[in-house]
């Protein structure tokens, strides 16, 4: 995580006071944070479930490259600074290393749920109703592949263009 720290070092600082919250669970959000320092509690349907206090963490990714309101609020435990990172799309496009910092922060966050849910399918094997749904529900998430990616140019609005090699008969 500090590659990300590092590659935001120049992004503007935002000083967070105790208890103030930085992201609303719900919120459409067009900006990413990169943790600097301080301790911040994430939480969803109002149960806190991780506390961050490691430099580099970043928050409010998902929201922004899904373009999705944010699954959780993110608040201050005490003095926090994070750099905002404004447009985190222009921002991973134009910096790869911070793309790549936030893809493995994202992977690990996936390998740990993952984990969690064969391990509550072994415990669960054989039972009727909800806990029989583990299966289907960890069958959907390890082969779901999101949404389809555009290629072209931004600056091109029909998108879309095919840059395959059967496209042009190679």
Do not use: C
């Amino acid at each position: 995580m500090t590659d990300l720290l590092a590659l935001s070092a120049r992004l503007p600082l935002l000083e967070i006071a105790p208890s103030e919250t930085l992201i609303d669970e719900g919120s459409r959000t067009t900006r990413m944070y990169v943790l600097q320092e301080g301790v911040v509690v994430i939480e969803h349907d109002g149960l806190p479930f991780a506390r961050v206090d490691t430099p580099g963490a970043v928050f409010g990714e998902m929201a922004a490259v899904l373009d999705k309101p944010a699954t959780a609020t993110v608040r201050a435990v005490g003095d926090v600074r994070v750099r905002v990172v404004e447009d985190p799309t222009a921002f991973l496009t134009r910096e790869p290393g911070a793309a790549l910092a936030v893809l493995r922060t994202t992977a690990s966050r996936l390998d740990g749920l993952t984990q969690y849910l064969v391990d509550v399918k072994q415990q669960f094997a054989g039972e009727e109703g909800h806990l029989g749904m583990v299966d289907r529900i960890l069958d959907h998430l390890v082969h779901h592949q999101g949404p389809a990616a555009r290629t072209g140019s931004a600056r091109d609005p029909e998108g879309d263009h095919d840059h395959s090699a059967e496209a042009h008969g190679l």
